[in-house]
């Protein structure tokens, strides 16, 4: 009986011993394709002492430079940014970010309000897979299913990714267990490259422009959480001239409106591009949807003067702690630049984003 409890339960083990090699094997890596997949593991290795907390999509992570509102203010900052994250992704992170740290002030990018429902699985995953396990976690999935996905496929990404096997490359193997290399500088995925547009565009009219309720019950959960927890929400609109991302006057006013009636910040920085120094023709890399460094670095040392001014924040600039983990990550910073500037010099363009070797 011993014997056969004890063969039983080898096997077991070895089963689920395969199972998880399977599993770590088969994950995508986003180590040459969707890059930016891996932004959200990237917080769990950072330092959680931030000031301020940035949550959104890439109107986040590819605009707002820590290492510019360190260097100009002391302010030590976190985006916790990934591709097209929808207002309950940003939410649950927010929540799941205070198991953590507390923030002075968490931003929220206000351009996923557009979307009132799931947009894709690829999108969910880029937000959803990075993600430590907690209830957070738990409820963002359930919050963003599309009718196709299911839960369990969350749990035990194995289901979902067991076709794989004729997508693998020599990354699936090498990186099954161990870390990729680190892509972001605390959230910001930089580019230094210059694609230009030299007139303003718009999107196309729409028949309706009321936001979906959906994105206010989760602006309204934001708000509270904040409050409950004694930090600031502060509302933002990045700076871009796409008409895809196109901001609307209508939704403008809408959001405008939620921030008067519950005394937030919201500041839409498209309002002030001129003030912010801010030149589509040589500060965006894919003709006017992304800032690239020069703009991002314009639109953060403009943001940062406001921080200061309305949040009263410390200038941790010679204070020991922050001087030792900033000194590395502008050092990191300046690295993943010269690799830019390098590449540029050598093709005559960058094809994407580079991290640390």
Same mark, same amino acid.
């Given at each position: 009986?011993?014997?056969?409890?004890?063969?039983?339960?080898?096997?077991?083990?070895?089963?689920?011993?395969?199972?998880?090699?399977?599993?770590?094997?088969l994950m995508p890596k986003y180590v040459t394709?969707?890059?930016?997949?891996?932004?959200?593991?990237?917080?769990?290795?950072?330092?959680?002492?931030?000031?301020?907390?940035?949550?959104?999509?890439?109107?986040?992570?590819?605009?707002?430079?820590?290492?510019?509102?360190?260097?100009?203010?002391?302010?030590?900052?976190?985006?916790?940014?990934?591709?097209?994250?929808?207002?309950?992704?940003?939410?649950?992170?927010?929540?799941?970010?205070?198991?953590?740290?507390?923030?002075?002030?968490?931003?929220?990018?206000?351009?996923?309000?557009?979307?009132?429902?799931?947009?894709?699985?690829?999108?969910?995953?880029?937000?959803?897979?990075?993600?430590?396990?907690?209830?957070?976690?738990?409820?963002?999935?359930?919050?963003?299913?599309?009718?196709?996905?299911?839960?369990?496929?969350?749990?035990?990404?194995?289901?979902?990714?067991?076709?794989?096997?004729?997508?693998?490359?020599?990354?699936?193997?090498?990186?099954?267990?161990?870390?990729?290399?680190?892509?972001?500088?605390?959230?910001?995925?930089?580019?230094?490259?210059?694609?230009?547009?030299?007139?303003?565009?718009?999107?196309?009219?729409?028949?309706?422009?009321?936001?979906?309720?959906?994105?206010?019950?989760?602006?309204?959960?934001?708000?509270?959480?904040?409050?409950?927890?004694?930090?600031?929400?502060?509302?933002?609109?990045?700076?871009?001239?796409?008409?895809?991302?196109?901001?609307?006057?209508?939704?403008?006013?809408?959001?405008?409106?939620?921030?008067?009636?519950?005394?937030?910040?919201? =500041? +839409?920085?498209? $309002?002030? !591009?001129? *003030?912010?120094?801010?030149?589509? #023709?040589?500060?965006?890399?894919?003709?006017? &949807?992304?800032?690239?460094?020069?703009?991002?670095?314009?639109?953060?040392?403009?943001?940062?003067?406001?921080?200061?001014?309305?949040?009263?924040?410390?200038?941790?600039?010679?204070?020991?702690?922050?001087?030792?983990?900033?000194?590395?990550?502008?050092?990191? =910073? +300046?690295?993943? $630049?010269? !690799?830019? *500037?390098?590449?540029?010099?050598? #093709?005559?363009?960058?094809?994407?984003?580079? &991290?640390?070797?």
């Amino acid at each position: 009986m011993i014997k056969r409890i004890l063969k039983i339960t080898a096997f077991v083990l070895v089963l689920v011993l395969v199972l998880f090699t399977l599993q770590r094997i088969l994950m995508p890596k986003y180590v040459t394709e969707a890059v930016d997949g891996r932004l959200i593991a990237e917080y769990y290795d950072s330092a959680k002492n931030h000031d301020v907390v940035f949550v959104g999509d890439c109107e986040v992570y590819e605009n707002i430079s820590p290492v510019k509102l360190w260097e100009d203010y002391g302010i030590a900052s976190y985006v916790r940014g990934s591709p097209q994250q929808l207002i309950w992704h940003s939410y649950y992170l927010m929540e799941e970010t205070l198991r953590y740290e507390t923030p002075k002030a968490f931003v929220f990018n206000v351009l996923s309000m557009k979307y009132g429902e799931p947009q894709s699985e690829a999108y969910n995953r880029l937000a959803l897979d990075g993600m430590k396990w907690s209830q957070s976690k738990a409820a963002s999935i359930q919050a963003s299913m599309t009718e196709e996905e299911d839960f369990i496929s969350y749990v035990f990404p194995l289901l979902r990714f067991h076709s794989r096997w004729s997508e693998l490359k020599a990354e699936d193997f090498e990186y099954a267990f161990k870390e990729v290399p680190q892509l972001s500088i605390n959230g910001y995925l930089m580019r230094i490259d210059v694609d230009g547009v030299d007139e303003l565009r718009r999107g196309q009219e729409l028949g309706d422009y009321t936001l979906a309720d959906v994105c206010w019950e989760y602006l309204d959960k934001m708000r509270v959480l904040c409050e409950e927890n004694g930090v600031e929400l502060i509302l933002m609109k990045a700076p871009t001239n796409t008409p895809q991302w196109y901001w609307y006057d209508q939704w403008d006013d809408q959001v405008k409106a939620y921030a008067e009636q519950y005394g937030l910040r919201y =500041y +839409n920085f498209l $309002k002030v !591009t001129d *003030e912010i120094g801010i030149d589509y #023709n040589t500060d965006t890399y894919d003709q006017g &949807g992304h800032l690239n460094l020069s703009g991002a670095e314009k639109l953060s040392a403009y943001f940062g003067q406001i921080l200061v001014d309305e949040l009263a924040l410390t200038d941790h600039r010679g204070e020991a702690e922050y001087e030792a983990i900033w000194t590395v990550l502008t050092e990191q =910073y +300046n690295q993943i $630049k010269k !690799t830019q *500037e390098k590449l540029l010099e050598e #093709n005559g363009k960058l094809t994407g984003f580079t &991290g640390l070797e």
